[in-house]
């Protein structure tokens, strides 16, 4: 028994890293899960079924009860079977965890036509496909009079944040789902169900290279605060019953430490009433730029 006990969660990307620990983790509180991975590499090529069906072999292994899916979560009618796979094989569907992704980073001046729109397909399509079929399978639930508790729970970055040097395309795909997740917040409360978002801090594959100084393996038994299962347990507190009445935030998270961001809002402002002249614009904006908060530093800069 656990705080999600008999709830049917969908994990994307959960074959490896921050996913294989969500699925984990939320297995030993009792959820069914339906693990989703390519199997891919880093870069997005080749794929294999491999990695889902070990954690599924985990988690059954451990009493649990879970199943592989080796759809493309970016694929739109990949998306629509995912979702299929959680109700045929349990009966329904609960939450859905997205976090599928991978990095082709690059300096702005250098990045490709064809690495731009790969990143925004995996993360950013690859957030909206499982959310729109998952959504429209709560949407009809609720209309056929049935208690929907629904969660959705997206995989921003610090990054998408506050951005991150070599990273553009990174961060404007995480940022979109930032984005992305409020819309949902908004739109599919009516229904049951609440959105939320994490911006996860942890040693994977995709952070190993970028933050190499900070990433080692701590020694002694000491607290691996880089570690990727310190980011679950508050995946799974979203993913339980207990947090029906939180919606619409982003939440960071990196080893002991859970915080709120602070997204954007707005900010000290001038009204003349009247269209401006250009010449006057100088000065206002400097006013106002005096008395706002400064923002917080892109990474890297």
């Not at 949407?139 to 049935?146: D, L, P, S, T």
Request: proline share 4%.
């Amino acid at each position: 028994m656990g705080i999600c006990d008999a709830r049917v969660v969908i994990v994307t990307g959960a074959g490896r890293g921050i996913g294989r620990e969500h699925a984990l983790a939320l297995a030993r509180d009792g959820a069914l899960v339906v693990v989703n991975d390519l199997g891919a590499e880093l870069d997005g090529s080749g794929g294999s079924s491999g990695p889902a069906g070990e954690v599924v072999a985990e988690i059954r292994a451990g009493g649990g009860e879970a199943v592989a899916n080796g759809d493309d979560v970016a694929d739109w009618d990949g998306a629509q079977r995912l979702i299929q796979t959680a109700i045929d094989s349990f009966g329904r569907l609960d939450v859905l965890v997205n976090n599928a992704g991978f990095l082709r980073d690059r300096m702005i001046v250098s990045t490709t036509e064809e690495e731009w729109d790969a990143v925004i397909r995996v993360h950013l399509k690859g957030h909206f496909a499982p959310t729109r079929f998952a959504a429209a399978y709560w949407r009809e639930q609720q209309k056929a009079g049935e208690t929907v508790d629904g969660r959705v729970i997206n995989t921003s970055s610090g990054a998408g944040l506050v951005g991150s040097v070599g990273q553009g395309t990174y961060s404007a795909a995480k940022a979109g789902i930032a984005a992305l997740t409020m819309v949902e917040a908004a739109e599919l409360g009516r229904y049951g169900v609440t959105a939320n978002a994490i911006a996860p801090a942890a040693r994977t594959r995709m952070t190993e290279a970028v933050f190499a100084d900070t990433m080692a393996e701590p020694v002694d038994g000491a607290f691996d605060a880089m570690s990727p299962a310190n980011v679950s347990p508050l995946v799974v507190w979203l993913a339980s019953a207990e947090s029906k009445d939180v919606t619409g935030r982003v939440f960071e998270v990196e080893g002991g430490l859970v915080s709120v961001a602070d997204g954007w809002q707005h900010g000290p402002s001038a009204d003349k009433g009247a269209k401006w002249e250009p010449s006057e614009l100088g000065e206002v904006v400097r006013e106002l730029l005096a008395t706002a908060p400064k923002p917080t530093p892109v990474y890297g800069a």
